[in-house]
């Protein structure tokens, strides 16, 4: 008879992996998101209104891949959904980092910039945004049914 604690903890180590690949996904769509938004919507409203715009867009976008991926991931439970979304957080944090940093250059300044709500940085809302998108999702997927 197997342990329902390692039971538990497989289903658990499944869900972080598919959780993984998901973001691949979402990250991958987010970097093609800001490429368009560089070169359409940068000229006209300059970069910081267009990371603010971006923050907005790129939600819509990580709720429908969230809502299109969330069966899959086999999260079902608040706890579950709430780990996908927490590894999604964590990813996205680091990789904003690491890119911003060490690809593109930019001065930590810079980079904080974008999460400093008082100046007018929305990215702690699109990062809640992304946190509680799969329970979001979750939702969705039963309301429609």
């Avoid at 990789?95 to 690809?103: A, H, M, N």
Wanted: proline share 3%; aromatic share 6%.
């Amino acid at each position: 008879m197997t342990d329902p604690l390692t039971i538990r903890n497989s289903q658990r180590l499944k869900i972080v992996a598919k959780s993984i690949g998901i973001w691949l996904i979402l990250i991958t769509a987010e970097i093609v998101h800001g490429i368009l938004r560089a070169i359409a919507l940068v000229p006209l409203v300059g970069e910081f209104r267009s990371n603010q715009i971006g923050v907005l867009t790129g939600s819509v976008i990580i709720l429908v891949i969230a809502c299109l991926t969330i069966r899959w991931s086999g999260a079902k439970q608040p706890r579950e959904l709430l780990l996908v979304g927490l590894v999604w957080l964590l990813l996205t944090v680091a990789f904003e980092i690491l890119f911003g940093r060490f690809v593109m250059g930019m001065s930590w300044e810079r980079i904080v910039s974008d999460y400093n709500m008082l100046n007018g940085g929305l990215m702690p809302l699109g990062l809640l945004i992304l946190f509680i998108s799969p329970m979001v999702a979750a939702k969705l997927r039963v309301a429609s049914k």
